[in-house]
């Protein structure tokens, strides 16, 4: 995993490989269980200097969601293989924005709400088993 700057300045992390290549029928149990090896980790988001702890429902959350239970095709695919960056992508993560919180399922964890920033992360294409090119995306982040 390496980070690299575009031309606007914006930092990439560039994921070397697929490791989640099913479009149709993602393991995401195989995500989850991917994703508890970061259990525990403390990030520092590098634009802010904000502490992120990476909790123990993390793998849950980000495998279990509505969101993520309707996801098909090539987002789910994206999603599933961001899992390899999460910590960098962390890190280089901008644009911090608050939003209060709406759902009283999260009364709990974001009494008063959250903050999404952006992060962005390249992940390779393949034509004829070779890799020809990489695609950034960028996606919010939430905290």
Known sequence: ???VTDEKGHKIVVIPEIIFKNRQN????????????YMGEIVTI???GDIVYIGQKFPDEYTGSKYTKRLKG???????????????????ATEKDFHENRKDKHS?????????YKTR??????????KRR???FIRPVCL
């Not at 993602?26 to 991917?34: C, F, G, H, L």
């Open 121 to 130: 992360f390249a992940l390779p294409v393949y034509a004829d088993e070779q």
């Open 1 to 3: 995993m390496k980070i």
């Open 74 to 92: 090539t987002n789910a695919k994206v999603k599933a293989n961001a899992a390899q960056a999460i910590p960098k992508m962390l890190e280089i």
């Open 26 to 37: 993602i393991d995401w149990s195989a995500v989850e269980n991917y994703l508890k090896r």
């Open 46 to 48: 590098a634009e802010t």
């Open 108 to 116: 709990s964890v974001a009494k008063k709400g959250w903050y999404y």
């Open 134 to 136: 990489f695609i950034i």
